[in-house]
């Protein structure tokens, strides 16, 4: 049993899950982008500046694998940006009540 | 034939050399540590963002095969930083002068 066992998309979820993954990826972006320039600014030393290195390629492998919009993804996808923040469950409130709820349990896990 | 074939480090020679070394190694810090806090600041999205990360990553290869302070790799090691600006034949001096002509040589190859 996958985590989308019995669940179906329709097109307009689909639409709703499409812009809730890009308003996580804008958000979660920005403050990046915001955190890296800050971490650049302090850096006074090789050792810093290779940190900076590793903690780039980490974010990257991170964001990369994270933001996938496959249907079968879509419930982890979305919970796990719940989990950290980028997403709230008000942002979600197109969707049926039942993934919501799957989400929010996903959440806790 | 290596490059240091029937070449001689006096052990002044070789701390003539870790020295230059390190003012080399200083000097190229210095310059990407300024280059990096530039570019950071001029990030404006995620592709600039991957961009730098993947400069970091190939600056750190370039610089750590770079700076080798073993006697065989020494003549490659200054002639490289020579060509590249990070040293300039006078911080040399102190290097017996057929040393110098050699670093010299291979700065045009």
Redesign the interface.
Known sequence: MTLNHGIHWTEAEKGVASEALKKAYRRE?ES??ED??EK??R????GE??Q??DF??AR?HD?DGKYDDQEDSLMFSLSRLVKEGWLAIADLEDLAADKRAKIKVLTLI
């Open positions: 972006s990046l982008l890296v320039k650049a600014d850096i006074s030393g090789m500046l290779w900076l290195n780039l390629s990257r964001i």
